[in-house]
T-cell receptor
Framework: AQSVAQPEDQVNVAEGNPLTVKCTYSVSGNPYLFWYVQYPNRGLQFLLKYITGDNLVKGSYGFEAEFNKSQTSFHLKKPSALVSDSALYFCAVRDTDSWGKLQFGAGTQVVVTP | ETGVTQTPRHLVMGMTNKKSLKCEQHLGHNAMYWYKQSAKKPLELMFVYNFKEQTENNSVPSRFSPECPNSSHLFLHLHTLQPEDSALYLC???????????????FGPGTRLTVL
């Protein structure tokens, strides 16, 4: 079984401050982890993924995420948030045997204020 | 988003109507997906197709009928829907399972469906 949790419905941050969006997961075996972003009236856009290798993954638009196996977490981070980063962020996970069957979190709304 | 297109973008239908959603991908992928996105709920995977063959049906009611005539096109035929079926329906595509382990999915903009 696989599951993912995004514990925060909304994250508020001032422009220029660091942004962190939390994600924890549960899978049997090795996880495949993804982050997506959704802007209003748009589909999901892929940001980054972790499959194996370096625990720090760099992605699009200055985002990065850190895989922490002991804490079963995959938090999304950006050193300096922009107003244009305001959107809905989704974490997704699957296990080794569940090709194509991503389990998405409920999403975290990020609000960046000027 | 031009990699995966969906039409129509908005659809209003009555419970007795029959309509279809269309998805087309221009990424050279061989796997395609339908998702349902309802407010305040996680995305729900509905169907998965790999090389035109359905490989996953996530207990979706029969009033939703998918069709995948080729690797670039995916349809979702709708009939006798219920108001609770109102949602954003998202299509996605990825490389196929044979090509490798990377099933990074690329999404279309979605169809906003309202059932009256």
């Amino acid at each position: 079984a696989q599951s993912v949790a995004q514990p925060e419905d909304q994250v508020n941050v001032a422009e220029g401050n660091p942004l962190t969006v939390k994600c924890t997961y549960s899978v049997s075996g090795n996880p495949y982890l993804f982050w997506y972003v959704q802007y209003p009236n748009r589909g999901l856009q892929f940001l980054l993924k972790y499959i194996t290798g370096d625990n720090l993954v760099k992605g699009s638009y200055g985002f990065e995420a850190e895989f922490n196996k002991s804490q079963t977490s995959f938090h999304l981070k950006k050193p300096s948030a922009l107003v244009s980063d305001s959107a809905l962020y989704f974490c997704a996970v699957r296990d080794t045997d569940s090709w194509g069957k991503l389990q998405f979190g409920a999403g975290t709304q990020v609000v960046v204020t000027p | 988003e031009t990699g995966v297109t969906q039409t129509p973008r908005h659809l209003v239908m009555g419970m007795t109507n029959k309509k279809s959603l269309k998805c087309e991908q221009h990424l050279g992928h061989n796997a395609m997906y339908w998702y349902k996105q309802s407010a305040k709920k996680p995305l729900e995977l509905m169907f998965v197709y790999n090389f035109k063959e359905q490989t996953e049906n996530n207990s979706v009611p029969s009033r939703f009928s998918p069709e995948c005539p080729n690797s670039s096109h995916l349809f979702l035929h709708l009939h006798t829907l219920q108001p609770e079926d109102s949602a954003l329906y998202l299509c996605a595509s990825s490389q196929d399972r044979i090509a490798g382990d990377s099933d990074t999915q690329y999404f279309g903009p979605g169809t906003r469906l309202t059932v009256l």
